[in-house]
């Protein structure tokens, strides 16, 4: 399995795995040994906790490496008047006439609850590549929907959309 990233991702990426190996992770076993002082072990609530954020942290540090070894870096922006990864796409949804925006992104970065959507999500990939005007079908579950692009406004990959910490 390979993971595409653009080079600012992986950045980031290396950024927090250099922190939690250097700063966090000391600070947790510190927290641990502190911890275990406190006599049993089996009733230690503060033990518990300690040794369950020091495996949290260890789990995350595995998940970085692995997304970092396995990265595939890919381009980070489309044409001109195309969709390309980063940009802020306004669509209208015909079925209701609403008009929603979303933000194209990596899937490391993907929050769809703030319209950031993935440029692997059946509506991120409908949507790169495309012009101002198109009409677009997206199938989804059993059924399907239409939306016109009415805005793409271009935007560079500056670091603010945070990576996803799963």
């Not at 489309?78 to 979303?102: C, I, K, M, N, P």
């Amino acid at each position: 399995m390979h993971n595409e990233l653009t080079q600012k991702d992986l950045q980031m990426m290396r950024q927090e795995l250099d922190y939690r190996r250097v700063q966090l992770r000391p600070q947790l076993l510190e927290a641990v040994k502190e911890a275990r002082a406190f006599g049993d072990l089996s009733e230690n609530f503060e033990y518990k906790a300690a040794k369950q954020e020091k495996n949290r942290n260890e789990s995350r540090i595995r998940f970085l490496e692995n997304m970092i070894r396995t990265a595939v870096v890919i381009a980070d922006g489309g044409t001109a008047d195309t969709v390309g990864l980063y940009d802020r796409v306004t669509v209208l949804l015909e079925e209701d006439g609403e008009t929603e925006t979303y933000q194209i992104v990596t899937t490391m970065r993907q929050d769809a609850l703030h319209g950031l959507i993935s440029r692997e999500s059946p509506v991120g990939r409908a949507l790169l590549g495309r012009r101002a005007g198109e009409r677009i079908h997206i199938e989804a579950g059993g059924g399907g929907y239409d939306m016109v692009i009415q805005r793409i406004e271009k935007t560079a990959d500056d670091g603010s959309i945070p990576l996803n910490s799963f």
